[in-house]
């Protein structure tokens, strides 16, 4: 299920960095001291430097196969490698290279993928290392969007079925090669990856992107793609599904009305639907999710990572 609603401002706008882990905190602090003092050492004496044990924290730095929960792993196969998956899932092919969607709520350390080279089952081993998103407190005065009645909960998890099997679709169309663009521009209202709180209540951490626009505002397709999905969700009010091939999808939230057709192709840029405050929101917004191998990924990322070079 995907726990969205725009951030109510007037309740709250501190967005707090209680989450972060001491831990963090002092390795950010460690490392800042390490590389401020680099330049340095390299006048200093060997004795003045070695309290640093920098052998270590250049190892901890390099982030050449290293990704976060919520994140993006990049990795170039080697040529010849077919059948890449992960969590037993197929990943997205991007030129040469492979793109591996991370969930939020990845265990931290080692994770594997597995390929097969010249018929031998191989695997490749990365990291996960700690991101520390921000978290937020909303209040929200209809209380049946916090706490649902039983008939409503049907319908949510009905709904959330739905949902999870277009998220694990993968079709083999080539990927976008022209880029990925954002569906709206506005104010960034409420970043991937925020940890929620309804009425105090813990939810999913936030599964995608707010931006903040007028009601009736133009919402464009970041690439081409198939209409999936049109409907009116119990939280996520009038939905669009897009989805851009090789495991990538895009979920379209609390529209006002939605310009497309189920089973429609979509061009890059074209207008799929216009800003509105259906579902669970507390103003109009669009919330735009995007999936890649199942799990919803941070959209900034997947617009770097697409941007072509
Ligand atoms: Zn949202």
Redesign the pocket.
């Known amino acids: 299920m995907d726990d969205?609603?725009k951030g109510a401002m007037h309740t709250n706008t501190g967005i707090h960095m209680r989450g972060m882990p001491l831990a963090s905190l002092l390795f950010g602090l460690v490392v800042g001291l390490f590389v401020g003092l680099l330049g340095w050492s390299l006048t200093a004496t060997a004795s003045e430097a070695a309290s640093l044990n920098d052998g270590d924290l250049v190892q901890s730095i390099n982030t050449k196969h290293t990704v976060v929960p919520g994140g993006i792993y990049r990795w170039t196969p080697p040529a010849g490698a077919t059948d890449i998956r992960f969590n037993d899932r197929p990943v997205m092919r991007f030129q040469d290279r492979i793109l591996v969607g991370i969930p939020l709520n990845q265990p931290l350390g080692s994770a594997k993928l597995t390929y097969l080279l010249s018929g031998q089952a191989s695997s490749h081993s990365f990291s996960v290392v700690d991101k520390a998103y921000t978290e937020q407190h909303i209040t929200l005065q209809n209380r049946e969007m916090v706490n649902p009645n039983p008939e409503q909960l049907a319908r949510i998890r009905e709904e959330s079925r739905r949902q999870r099997a277009l998220y694990l679709q993968h079709s083999d169309v080539p990927p976008p090669t022209t880029g990925f663009i954002q569906p709206l521009q506005g104010r960034i209202s409420?970043l991937f990856g925020h940890r929620r709180f309804f009425n105090g209540q813990a939810r999913n951490p936030?599964s995608?992107l707010?931006i903040a626009a007028p009601t009736g505002s133009e919402i464009s397709a970041p690439a081409a793609g198939e209409v999936t999905l049109v409907d009116d969700l119990y939280y996520n009010g009038k939905t669009i599904f897009l989805d851009h091939g090789q495991g990538l999808i895009t979920m379209y939230c609390h529209l006002s009305e939605s310009l497309v057709t189920q089973g429609e192709r979509v061009t890059q840029g074209e207008v799929i639907g216009l800003v509105g405050a259906t579902g669970r929101v507390t103003g109009p917004h669009l919330?735009w999710s995007v999936s890649l191998n199942g799990y919803r990924v941070d959209p900034q990322s997947m617009m770097a990572e697409l941007t072509p070079e």
């Open positions: 969205h609603a409420s936030h995608g707010d919330h």
